[in-house]
């Protein structure tokens, strides 16, 4: 599985003014997050999240087949693939969880008590 120079496991937004090497990561995610708020309008939260999880499951499975060059191979490489998205998934939604409850009161006044 190529991956174009992208660094997961140094995945953090920077603030300072340096130009950040994750931008079009960043850019990427924020479009998936504005398309998600956007389906929200109209569609039930939970189906939401239920469909961008699969829409995340099948391109990282496109992803994975990618460098292939046979079924073979590719068979050989699903436990490992599955192993890689689960871990870099639990890191990221331990990451977001955490700034969630750290900005708790920011995310949601409304719940101020």
Excluded at 5 to 10: E, L, Q
Aim: hydrophobic share 35%; glycine share 2%.
């Amino acid at each position: 599985m190529s991956d174009d120079d992208f660094k997961p496991k140094s995945i953090t937004r920077q603030t300072s003014k340096e130009p950040d090497p994750n931008q079009k990561f960043w850019d990427a995610a924020d479009d998936f997050i504005r398309l998600a708020n956007e389906a929200c309008k109209t569609t039930d939260r939970g189906q939401v999240c239920a469909a961008i999880m699969y829409a995340a499951a099948r391109f990282n499975a496109f992803a994975a087949s990618v460098d292939a060059p046979n079924v073979e191979v590719f068979n050989k490489e699903i436990d490992p693939a599955i192993k890689y998205f689960r871990g870099e998934f639990e890191k990221m939604m331990r990451e977001n969880l955490r700034d969630y409850s750290d900005n708790f009161k920011n995310y949601h006044p409304e719940k101020s008590q």
